[in-house]
């Protein structure tokens, strides 16, 4: 069965660093994406980053380019979303989500088979 879940959020004043850890079990990081995702009360979940465990290519959206890194740990079997110079958004709560085909673009939800249940961030300024 396969499982995902994150960790790492909580409450961070603009411009912190959070890190994010997103635990996988019943696959391993081999032919596939990973992505993160986030949602904002009252509006769309968007893909923030999105990584292919082939051949490590990595989408990114244009608003975190710079400032937000995702990798892999094969050994651990989980995912990271590195997020630096944070900026005063307010709340969401970010997801990681399993796609099975290996191309991470589009970065989209509607593209991936598994979800994790959240954790959810607070930027304040």
């Known amino acids: 069965e396969v499982q995902l879940v994150e960790s790492g959020g909580g409450l961070v004043q603009a411009g912190g660093s959070l890190r994010l850890s997103c635990a996988a079990s019943g696959f391993t990081f081999d032919d596939d994406t990973i992505g993160w995702f986030r949602q904002a009360p009252g509006k769309e979940r968007e893909g923030v980053l999105c990584?292919?465990?082939?051949?490590?290519?990595?989408y990114y959206t244009d608003s975190v380019k710079g400032r937000f890194t995702i990798s892999t740990d094969s050994v651990k079997n989980t995912a990271y979303l590195q997020m630096n110079s944070l900026k005063p958004e307010g709340p969401a709560v970010y997801f990681c989500?399993?796609?099975?085909?290996?191309?991470?673009?589009?970065?989209?939800?509607?593209?991936?088979?598994?979800w994790g249940k959240g954790t959810l961030v607070t930027v304040t300024s």
């Open positions: 989500a399993l796609d099975w085909y290996r191309e991470p673009e589009p970065c989209s939800y509607y593209k991936m088979d598994y």
């Open positions: 990584i292919s465990s082939s051949d490590g290519s990595t």
